[in-house]
């Protein structure tokens, strides 16, 4: 884990690759509790047997619930401290090049891409790809803002 003591530490980090988290495992109980707190039942997700057939050979992750991980993933990767709080700010660009395979295991690395301050705080912008073992290309790629609030 990264620890930065202060956001002029963070600031200086721009560019800068903050590693990676454990791997986490994606199973089917995961999937269907993140389709009951969603409604989003839809049979690749949910149906192991209907989703054999599929072009994915079984059920898969919602790019949803592999981006909900984000705040989890990089809770392993870095923190600041000296904050009043820290805030998700939103997402400048989501991508979900490949589906992530029910079984599968995932990471999350991230590259710090531009740290700037406002009238409210530090706006940090990481770059987050999230992996999936054993494949070449990402499940995820965003653009992740987070607003720093320092302590008065």
């Given amino acids: 884990m990264r620890i930065f003591t202060n956001l002029a530490e963070l600031k200086a980090a721009k560019g800068?690759?903050?590693?990676?988290s454990d791997w986490r495992e994606i199973g089917q109980e995961r999937v269907n509790a993140f389709a009951d707190a969603t409604d989003d039942h839809q049979w690749i997700h949910v149906d192991p047997d209907r989703a054999k057939d599929s072009p994915f050979g079984g059920t898969i992750a919602h790019g949803y619930l592999t981006l909900s991980l984000l705040p989890s993933l990089l809770g392993e990767l870095y923190r600041v401290?000296?904050?009043?709080?820290?805030?998700?700010?939103?997402?400048?660009k989501v991508r979900f090049p490949r589906p992530v395979p029910v079984g599968s295991r995932v990471r999350a690395g991230a590259e710090v891409t531009d740290v700037k301050g406002t009238p409210s705080g530090t706006l940090a912008n990481l770059r987050v790809t999230i992996e999936v073992e054993g494949v070449d290309r990402p499940a995820c790629i965003a653009d992740t803002?987070?607003?720093?609030?320092?302590?008065?």
């Fill in 16 to 20: 800068e690759h903050l590693g990676y």
């Fill in 81 to 92: 401290d000296g904050l009043r709080m820290a805030i998700n700010y939103g997402l400048n």
């Fill in 145 to 152: 803002l987070t607003l720093f609030v320092p302590q008065e």
